[in-house]
């Protein structure tokens, strides 16, 4: 048994066959034929909240393009780098390096190359220097504005310590360079255009430039980047694949620009948005069946030989998943401990599927419900109401399962004049028979599981 989901392992030839757990092969297959049939300078936000596989999904589809489309590309870690002011380098070395690659068979690649390392060690300067404030924006939003004359008292008092020039004569000076701040730019994306044509090598290829977790960085190195890649990289040949949770990436437009639009702002910057596809299940099985599937696979658990109906907790965990709408990685955490709890013990303990899985759920999610359940000190009503558990989910095979769960946890948590009060024969009353082997009244359900659970706590 392992307690730890193991890191999936991607086929080097095949990434999309035994790997895609979630048979994202036919979205990966369009996001290719896009960028590829697509003639303009394209710039792709990949959208999708924290835990749900974005990394693993462009690590695969890495794969993909080079083995099914014959596209070279480039992974760059932004969140690994962002120990940088600035992302220029980091961007250039990293194309640079593909160019390095290629060049060995192919001259004109090698002396493009050169050119371009020319140009970026011109570039780079200038972005680098407090000039910068001014001219690089100037350049880029090809305008020259208020804001950007206010910018230059940022530096005033540095120019002014050692009287080297007048303020006046700063701003003079700079204005009159930004013509050829702006012709240096321009040569640098010409030179960046010819390169990528070297390495494409017809119109119908393209470098595909993943930049992933964008939405982990700090947030002026993250708005450096998107700024970066709009005005000075994104030329015809290249594709940037921006991987984001970019209601993440808004609120670092805020904590850099203030209450400021942030959508809107951001669209400045993206040709296209896409989302991650995450299946819902109405006609298939869901991407929570799928997965919870998969993670039961790979913890090996193996609860068939010890008489324990590990489909039921699967269907159970993929329900809540659903209801929930749970991250992968969140799911982990739950068969993590359903791993744990059956480490802790041995023979068939008691785990009925239903309110087994609301618990460990519960206490991944929720902790204050949790803390509550375990200590028996929950309403009902209340937890019902507004943990949705009443709602009509008659249209939906997979949430079928919720209901079920209702009728556990009012057999658990019910006091023994209201479940007294019920017919014989109700569905409530139907759960008594699982007890009658393990010595458990019926109120001490939720305190058993729960001690369990807690004696190890997983960060």
Known sequence: MKLVTPQLEIDANNPFDVSDKLGRKDFAESLSNLIISTDDSLVIALDAPWGEGKTTFVKMWQIFLEKEKGLNSIYFDAFANDFMDEPFV????????????????NHLIGSKLSRFKEKVSVVAPKLLSTVAKIGVKAVTLKVVSDTDIE?????????????????????????????????????F?????????????????????????LDRCKPTYAIEVIEKIKHIFSVKNVAFVLVMNKEQLELSVKSIYGEIDANTYLQKFITLNCNLPKYH?????????????????????????????????????????LH??????????????????????????????????????????????????????????????????DCDYSTHR??????????????????????????????????????????????????????????????
């Not at 980091?90 to 068979?105: F, G, Y």
């Open 324 to 389: 929930y709408g749970l991250s992968l990685r969140q799911l982990e955490k739950v068969f993590t401990y359903y791993a744990l709890f059956y480490s802790l013990t041995t023979g068939k303990p008691y785990s009925p599927a239903g309110i087994f899985s609301f618990l460990v759920v519960t206490r991944v999610i929720n902790s204050d419900l949790y803390i509550l359940l375990s200590r028996q000190s929950a309403d009902l009503e209340s937890i019902i109401k507004e943990e949705k558990l």
């Open 398 to 459: 997979e949430l079928l399962y919720i209901e079920k769960i209702n009728l556990w946890l009012r057999f658990c948590l019910l006091s023994d004049e209201e479940y007294n009060a019920l017919e014989e024969g109700s569905d409530v009353k139907r759960f008594d028979g699982s007890l009658w082997n393990y010595g458990l009244d019926r109120e001490k359900i939720v305190p058993y599981i729960c001690s369990i659970i807690d004696m190890y706590k997983f960060t």
């Open 151 to 187: 910018a230059l008292d940022d530096i005033k008092n540095d120019l002014s310590k050692d009287g080297s020039e007048l303020i006046s004569d700063y701003v003079l000076k700079k204005l009159e360079s930004y013509q050829k701040d702006k012709d240096t730019i321009n040569a």
């Open 281 to 321: 299940g109405e006609y298939r099985p869901s991407d929570y069946k799928k997965y919870c599937k998969h993670l039961y696979d790979v913890h090996e658990m193996e609860l068939e030989q010890r008489g324990i109906d590990a489909g039921a907790l699967v269907t159970y965990t993929a329900s809540l998943g």
């Open 189 to 213: 994306g010409k030179i960046l255009e010819e390169l990528a044509d070297a390495i494409s090598g017809d119109e119908s290829n393209k470098i595909v430039f993943i930049i992933d977790e």
């Open 90 to 105: 980091a961007i250039s070395s990293e194309i640079a390096q593909l160019a390095e690659k290629l060049s060995t068979d």
